[in-house]
């Protein structure tokens, strides 16, 4: 892949990873390879269905809805935080947002997932799409959701704070929602696209990636102290399609947030890059980073994939996020525990290690667990 150049910029002086708030955070140093005070933790999902408080203030409110109302988007981010004690916060947002947001009739049905207003599968419909722009007033309600986060998670003048890591989907993942017009298995109709018009394919990626990126960047500027690039189907691909077809647009997202920069020295934002079932992906994935310009690379791992095995593929320069499996927050503390101890022992093989789960919070995850989880990772 050729190495993009990111346009370079520096983040304004209020920022957190500027004034200092986040810069020494256990978060942070993990993510840019340094010792931090403690393991940092924090959960994929960790905003969502298994929390009560969650479930009361979504009441009657639609998730897209949700994520684009400030006061409740940022309520909801909060929220784990307060109860786990967790080292970060994840933006309360969805996949699908930036679709939502350039003009594209998508919606969250419940027990499905997004489901377009129809499948855009032709060079046609690709046109179509390719015509609406995100636009910056429409990215409005996301910069205030993030600014009202991070007021509370750091505020000025109080010192070290919690930091914020900005969401966003992958441009495959958000190409394969638009083709298939919902989930799908195996994503048959967006690998078709990809093979039998490679050019429309690769329109319909750039747009998506950087409907991803403007997302993105508009949560750092706003105050999010690293971003996540989540690719949720990357993992039905082989590594050659993966990185003829879907890598240069994910490096294309990451590069509207790889170019600012915090210091003098030239430290930018730390980014992850996270997908499911991708053991044969990792090294493409730290490469779409480091082809990004993303001077702090994390290759998020999911829970098939050992962190020191992955480590070793991935190299020295490289930091790792992961990977509890989810399946075993509902099995007896003390295999839990014994799970959760060899995941951060497994962890020391890399220059630095972020624990998360190796993927999302189950809804039907005792939250207790997850609170007596970041105990022990904070005791090790």
Same mark, same amino acid.
Request: glycine share 10%; net charge negative; aromatic share 4%.
């Given at each position: ?18 004034? @200092? ?18 393991? !940092?933790?924090? %959960?994929? $999902? ?8 969650? &479930?009361?203030? &979504? ?8 994520? *684009?109302? !400030? ?10 935080? &307060? ?8 933006? %309360? ?9 350039? @003009? ?9 997932? +997004? ?55 992958? +441009?495959? #993942?958000?190409?394969?929602? *638009? ?12 690998? #078709? ?6 050019? #429309?394919?690769?329109?319909? #990626?750039?747009?998506?990636?950087? *409907? ?48 600012? $920069? ?11 890059? %996270? ?30 994939? !050992? ?43 890399? !220059? ?29």
């Amino acid at each position: 892949m050729t190495s993009p150049t990111a346009n370079v910029s520096d983040l304004p002086a209020s920022h957190p990873l500027v004034d @200092g708030r986040t810069t020494t955070s256990a978060l942070v140093t993990a993510l840019r390879g340094g010792e931090p005070s403690r393991t !940092p933790v924090w %959960f994929m $999902r960790q905003a969502g269905r298994s929390l009560p408080e969650y &479930r009361q203030v &979504r009441q009657g409110v639609g998730m897209i809805e949700s994520c *684009l109302m !400030p006061e409740l988007a940022s309520e909801i981010t909060l929220q784990p935080v &307060r109860r786990h004690g967790v080292d970060a916060a994840i933006f %309360f947002s969805d996949i699908v947002v930036p679709l939502r947001l350039a @003009g594209v009739g998508v919606d969250i049905k419940a027990g499905v997932g +997004p489901v377009m207003d129809r499948p855009y599968r032709t060079a046609a419909d690709v046109d179509e799409l390719v015509s609406r722009e995100l636009d910056d007033a429409a990215l409005a309600p996301i910069r205030e959701a993030v600014q009202r986060t991070v007021a509370e998670l750091s505020p000025a003048g109080a010192g070290a704070g919690t930091p914020l890591i900005g969401f966003g989907g992958a +441009p495959f #993942t958000l190409a394969a929602y *638009l083709v298939e017009g919902r989930p799908s298995r195996d994503h048959l109709a967006a690998r #078709t696209l990809m093979h039998a018009d490679p050019e #429309t394919w690769q329109r319909l #990626t750039s747009w998506t990636a950087d *409907l991803t990126g403007r997302f993105l960047h508009a949560q750092v500027l706003a105050g999010a102290s690293a971003v996540q690039l989540f690719d949720s189907w990357a993992g039905s691909l082989s590594l050659a399609d993966y990185t003829s077809h879907v890598a240069p647009s994910s490096a294309r997202a990451l590069r509207h947030v790889a170019g600012l $920069r915090a210091d003098d020295d030239g430290a930018g934002v730390p980014g992850i890059h %996270f997908g499911t079932g991708t053991g044969h992906l990792l090294e493409a994935l730290r490469d779409v980073l480091t082809g990004a310009g993303v001077t702090h690379p994390t290759v998020g791992i999911d829970y098939r994939t !050992p962190l020191d095995e992955a480590s070793t593929l991935l190299g020295d320069g490289v930091s790792v996020q992961g990977n509890i499996d989810p399946a075993l927050l509902g099995a007896p503390w003390e295999v839990l525990a014994a799970h959760v101890r060899d995941v951060v022992a497994r962890g020391r093989r890399a !220059p630095g290690h972020v624990v998360n789960l190796g993927h999302g919070v189950p809804p039907e995850t005792d939250p207790t667990v997850l609170t007596r989880v970041v105990e022990l990772v904070h005791s090790l």
